[in-house]
């Protein structure tokens, strides 16, 4: 079983800053792809950033320049969010799948966790 763990959500205005957190208590991060997607209401879940098991990463274009992805132990992936927009606001999810190739399509990841909110007003 892959027990996943997001934090970090909340509110800010336009302009601010969020890093999220996402907890891995029964896998090896370093081992898997390690996704972050985000859910609108009313909207499809899509694609926000990965990393890959050798530590490279791949964005979305609406987080290209804004968001950072990264870990920093076996158990901790993170999602840097600077200049927010009201438009980022959603459920933000941690998925993982077990690869070292780190596919954009939330159907290919096989564990997630129960995500965290971001609301940015403007």
């Known amino acids: 079983q892959v027990d996943l763990v997001e934090s970090g959500g909340g509110s800010v205005q336009a302009g601010g800053s969020l890093r999220l957190s996402c907890t891995a208590s029964t896998i090896d991060v370093v081992r898997y792809c390690m996704g972050w997607f985000r859910q609108a209401p009313g909207k499809e879940r899509e694609f926000v950033a990965a990393i890959s098991s050798t530590g490279s990463s791949n964005y979305a274009d609406s987080a290209k320049d804004r968001f950072t992805i990264s870990r920093d132990n076996s158990k901790t992936v993170y999602l840097q969010m600077n200049n927010l927009k009201s438009e980022d606001t959603a459920m933000y999810y941690c998925?993982?799948?077990?690869?070292?190739?780190?596919?954009?399509?939330?159907?290919?990841?096989?564990?997630w966790g129960q995500g965290t909110q971001v609301t940015v007003s403007s």
């Open positions: 998925a993982a799948r077990l690869s070292s190739f780190c596919s954009t399509s939330r159907t290919t990841y096989p564990y």
